[in-house]
């Protein structure tokens, strides 16, 4: 054999025995399987972290740019002209860049619609002032080609009336007594449906638009500018929200851009607006401001007003509903089953029966609380409870009860027995050892299921649907038993909405729940550490 | 003379509930009356064990300390108005009467004084108010544990009750193996024009049961090696520190709602495969089967993985200690001896993770279709889909499409019952008992 040297080692043992190398490579082998079964646990991991990482920032990149939102500096132009062509208020450059909402909200600024109405005063006026409304007749005089003369009935002329006058009518009837049994024609304020029906020719329902086109035609309704504020023509300039295309092509998305339709001219941003939309941005006409809509507004069907603020109201007053029956009940449950409940068949089949109860799927519980609650508000004669928040509430609960009854009860077995045994000693009954002893050592266990109990329910979509809070709610519930929405619900509907500029506020609305489900359990984390108690 | 007339008077002022009716908004009415009842209550409790404490000082021994006493007060005080609450309930549910609002609010506000009043004269030392109170308490709270037993039964019998209504006019084999399922018709015909083309109302579910699978077998594809290899890591590999800062991060990725899962799915993921797939020419519907597949099945990782967890956890460390000791590499034990012994516990987190699959809404609503196809790379659907799209909108519960939804529910909850049942009977029957078990 070789002598060790500098250049040569001693001799291995794998080249003096043979047998020993091949152990060693079995030996090695195992090594590496054992290293590589290591990296595929934790490339498993890394899996699933790296989803997490890519769905945030994809969330993130989708949501962002709906905290801000197109505005145009323009000039309005409240004039009379203004009154039947609104869209004339806006200078020919910036007429088709501003959005619907800014036309109708000139429409009602710079005047208001009125029609003449016959009058009646009685004394019935002074209980319920709808009745001093009376059926209009037009007859030739009128209307000179009018043949048969025409009687609109009182219930249509009430359609045309803004209901504030019925109010001032009858003030004026009880501070000036000799008006009793006048019968007259009198101009008063028009309602917001006769209004939109002198604009577009909508808003108002079949039966009463002859009628209306009649006072129209005869000049007993229309529109009459508001001289008081704006005098001759008052001409303003102000930042006013830009069509949601604008603000979309603003934004940099490629579907809004003119070259990818394949007419461009047919685009809903033409390249001359896109050029014209380029050069007010460069004169700094227009501008991305801060989006406030999104959380002062309600839904909408426009998507640059759109916000979602009755949805977290909502949420808020559901969670409240959740929790006001589910806590109750699910402690005094555990409590029950942990410390009172004899080993028999009925403690059984609750076991069970709760167990089972939180392997159901949600949309059953939706199924129930529709039969349930919805049906039983309608015997009860409480109307229709469909998109309320008390049976959203009453649903939610139903499905987080087993969770925090299963979260509770491991909270209450976390409690030593000795504690127990030394409230028996004292000669304390059973229920004084729960409530005096057993519950306080226990309280941070169960406000930790709680809550995370509770940050389940936040994100809880299917049952609600079908409960019927998925419908559309443009204001915040003052009440259990106003129409409500939910953020989950919201995010949902408006991901259903056809204009992709919907899409971007979807995704913040889902940015601000995740927050909100990832402060929870944060929360409820921070409530679990701090509270470690050694025994 | 005048009585009778008063009291006919009364009494059919009193039927017709409209007169004595409180129009206030309810939430305030409802508000109020819970307030006046809790300061009933603390002024009956104050009363009566203060008059509890007078006793004690004349020299007489209590039976219980006093403040059993003031709770005596106050369960005697609301047993009534509770007991009446009930009574009106059933009148107005049964309609037989219909009770205006103002006798109700009396009801809680005038028998709790009456029966204050009766209560107090009772209290004497020798009454043993603190086994009566308990007694209430323990009614309570067995009251509260069957709510739970209510909400199932309420689950069963809603299902149930319509799904007959359902079978009664739909043959329950045609529902089980036929492939076609087109409600549509059958609100056309319930409107009279049964007759126009297309209407062939067919309630074959197989599509929809292959379409629930489908989807449910590409998510366990995603979910189970990666829930069971990460639960290994934590239980086997990971250190203390690693173990809290990776499982409250499995905890967020648990606590994200379904409906922004189904988001990602619907607007990031399917346009993905679809682009991926038309890179190999093959064409790809918008709702295809994988998104869902995969985002579902990402969903389910952090439960099967902390399900696994707890199971792997349970495994005493000295049949590990054991496999060291005769020269096992960590994979190998794990492979081998943990594994094995976790094995029904695995299974029944892999059951309880399918049912979870099968029953989810949200993201097959969002992510899949109404079509139910064959080729997971067509348009998809899912059991869960149809029972949300058939039960919204206008429902009328004679409507045979209405009520296909409620046979829907029915299979569903009867396959996750089995699949939970299955689970615990696997775990039960199947458990390795270690010494000292």
Not at chain 2, 150 to 179: C, D, H, P
Request: aromatic share 8%.
């Amino acid at each position: 054999m070789s002598q060790p040297d500098a250049f040569n080692q001693a001799p291995s043992s794998a080249e003096r025995d043979p047998r020993w190398a091949r152990e060693s490579l079995r030996l090695r082998r195992r090594y590496a399987k054992d290293k590589r079964f290591r990296f595929y646990t934790v490339l498993a991991l890394l899996i699933a972290f790296a989803f997490l990482a890519v769905f945030l920032i994809d969330l993130v990149r989708r949501g962002a740019p709906a905290l801000r939102q197109a505005e145009i500096l323009t000039e309005i132009a409240y004039t009379p002209d203004t009154l039947e062509k609104p869209l004339n208020a806006f200078p020919e450059d910036t007429r088709d860049l501003v959005s619907d909402t800014v036309r109708w909200a000139v429409r009602s600024e710079v005047g208001w619609a009125e029609v003449t109405a016959r009058v009646h005063f009685t004394e019935q006026v002074k209980e319920d002032p709808s009745n001093a409304i009376v059926d209009m007749k037009l007859t030739t005089d009128d209307l000179p080609f009018l043949f048969d003369g025409l009687t609109i009935p009182r219930e249509h002329m009430l359609q045309l009336i803004d209901p504030s006058e019925l109010g001032r009518l009858q003030q004026e009837l009880i501070s000036d007594p000799s008006l009793m049994g006048k019968n007259e024609r009198v101009i008063l304020r028009g309602s917001p449906a006769l209004q939109q029906f002198l604009t577009d020719s909508t808003g108002l329902d079949e039966a009463v638009v002859e009628g209306a086109g009649r006072l129209d035609e005869s000049d007993l309704a229309g529109m009459r500018f508001n001289a008081e504020k704006f005098g001759e023509g008052k001409s303003v300039e102000q930042w006013v929200l830009a069509h949601h295309d604008v603000d979309q092509y603003l934004k940099g998305y490629k579907y809004m851009k003119p070259e990818s339709y394949p007419d461009p001219e047919l685009a809903p941003i033409t390249p001359e607006m896109a050029k014209r939309i380029d050069r007010l941005y460069d004169e700094g006409k227009i501008r991305l401001a801060f989006n406030h809509y999104f959380f002062t507004n309600g839904d909408s069907k426009t998507p640059e007003t759109a916000g979602m603020w009755p949805a977290i109201v909502g949420s808020v007053m559901v969670l409240g509903i959740v929790l006001l029956l589910c806590l109750p009940i699910g402690v005094l449950t555990s409590i029950y089953l942990e410390e009172f409940a004899p080993d028999n068949i009925v403690t059984q089949t609750i076991e069970v029966n709760i167990n089972n109860l939180a392997a159901i799927p949600s949309i059953l519980f939706g199924v129930l609380g529709l039969v349930a609650f919805v049906t039983f508000g309608e015997w009860m004669g409480w109307g229709n409870l469909r998109t309320t928040a008390i049976v959203g509430g009453a649903t939610l609960a139903l499905m987080t009860l087993p969770v925090i009854i299963i979260s509770t009860r491991a909270a209450l077995r976390a409690v030593p027995d000795s504690i127990r045994r030394a409230g028996h000693a004292m000669g304390a009954t059973r229920w004084q050892v729960v409530v005096h002893h057993v519950l306080p050592a226990s309280i941070s266990g169960i406000m930790t299921g709680s809550i995370i109990g509770l940050a389940q329910a936040m994100g809880e979509t299917a049952p609600l649907i079908i409960v019927g809070l998925v419908a559309f709610v443009p204001e915040a519930p003052t009440g259990p038993v106003d129409p409500t929405t939910v953020m989950p619900a919201q995010i949902f509907s408006w991901w259903g909405m056809p204009q992709r500029a919907f899409q971007e506020r979807a995704a913040l609305a889902i940015l601000v729940l995740l927050a909100v489900v990832f402060i929870l359990n944060a929360i409820a984390l921070v409530i679990r550490a701090r509270s470690e108690k050694s025994w | 003379m005048l009585i009778p007339e008063t009291f006919s008077a009364a009494w059919s002022l009193a039927l017709s509930g409209e007169a004595l009716t409180i129009h206030m908004h309810p939430t305030v009415l409802v508000g109020a009356t819970v307030l006046i009842c809790a300061m009933l209550a603390g002024v009956g409790y104050q009363l009566s064990k203060r008059k509890t404490i007078a006793i004690r000082r004349t020299g007489l021994e209590l039976n219980s300390t006093p403040d059993y006493y003031g709770w005596y007060a106050v369960v005697a005080m609301f047993m009534p108005a509770a007991f009446a609450s009930v009574v009106i309930l059933t009148l107005e549910t049964t309609n037989v009467l219909d009770v205006p609002n103002t006798v109700v609010v009396a009801s809680w506000i005038v028998l709790p004084l009456v029966a204050l009043a009766l209560v107090m004269r009772r209290i004497s030392a020798k009454l043993n108010a603190r086994v009566l109170v308990e007694r209430v308490i323990y009614a309570v709270l067995l009251g509260a544990a069957l709510i739970s037993i209510l909400t199932t039964a309420g689950i069963l019998l809603s299902v149930l009750f319509e799904s007959v209504r359902f079978f009664e006019q739909v043959n329950v084999f045609e529902f089980l193996t036929g492939t076609t399922w087109s409600p549509g018709g059958a609100f056309l015909e319930g409107a009279g024009r049964g007759d126009e083309q297309g209407t062939e109302t067919e309630f074959g579910a197989v599509k929809l049961f292959y379409g629930t699978l489908l989807i449910t077998a590409i998510a366990m594809l995603v979910a189970a090696p990666l829930g069971l290899l990460s639960a290994i890591y934590m239980s086997e590999y990971a250190s203390k520190r690693v173990r809290r800062l990776t499982k409250p991060i499995l905890e967020m990725l648990a606590g994200i709602p379904t409906v922004v899962y189904g988001f990602f799915a619907a607007i990031t993921v399917a346009p993905l495969i679809v682009d991926a797939t038309s890179a190999f020419g093959v064409s790809t519907s918008y709702q295809n089967a994988i998104a869902p597949g995969i985002i579902m099945g990402v969903m389910i990782i952090p439960f099967m993985s902390s399900l696994c967890d707890d199971v792997m956890s349970s495994v005493p460390q000295n049949i590990r200690r054991a496999s060291y000791a005769m020269g096992s590499t960590k994979a190998e034990t794990v492979k081998k001896i943990v594994l094995p012994a976790a094995l029904p516990g695995v299974i029944s987190a892999f059951l309880l993770s399918v049912s979870r699959a099968i029953g989810e809404t949200m993201i097959v609503v969002m992510a899949a279709g109404y079509q139910a196809n064959w080729s997971p790379l067509n348009g998809s659907t899912t059991v869960t889909v149809h029972i949300v799209a058939n039960m919204t909108g206008d429902k009328e519960y004679d409507n045979l499409q209405t009520l296909s939804a409620f046979s829907l529910g029915l299979t569903l909850l009867l396959m996750t019952l089995a699949l939970n049942v299955i689970s615990a009977v696997v775990i039960r029957k199947f458990r390795q008992r270690y010494e000292g078990d």
